[in-house]
């Protein structure tokens, strides 16, 4: 009897360990995809703001007046950080696949927290190099 019921609670808790780890992976699934689909929508606004500062700073290089040289300059630098920041999210989707249900939860928990340290990175990326070409535009 003894046998049984150390048995039943062995299962019992490998049991709630297993619900408690699926949680963290749900969780962890659901803030990844949250800090995707945040920014994702952004990047027709990077594209855009990227071609705008590109052009003003076009514009600005056919003039032959000098005092003009750091702001292009701020203008190209700033355009190339925006497709940088977009190249980025276009990195990370290539990269980025949906764990396998079959595949140990220790290592989807594993590979789940890497990717959101990514994508929050791309994430900061895209919104501060945004932020910045708005400002110059």
Not at 27 to 38: G, K, N, S, T
Not at 60 to 79: G, M, V, W, Y
Not at 110 to 135: C, H, N, P, R, T
């Amino acid at each position: 009897m003894k046998k049984v019921i150390l048995l039943l609670f062995m299962v019992a808790t490998a049991t709630a360990c297993s619900n408690e780890q699926k949680e963290q992976k749900d969780a962890l699934m659901a803030e990844v995809m949250a800090a995707h689909d945040e920014v994702m929508p952004k990047m027709g606004e990077l594209r855009k703001t990227a071609k705008d500062l590109q052009a003003k700073a076009d514009s600005l290089s056919t003039l032959t007046d000098q005092d003009f040289a750091a702001e292009i300059s701020t203008l190209r630098q700033t355009a190339e950080r925006i497709e940088d920041a977009n190249e980025g999210m276009m990195e990370w989707m290539r990269q980025f696949e949906m764990p396998d249900n079959e595949a140990p939860i220790a290592e989807v928990l594993v590979y789940l927290k890497d990717q959101k340290e990514k994508i929050d990175k791309v994430k900061d990326e895209m919104l501060k190099s945004l932020e910045e070409g708005k400002a110059l535009r």
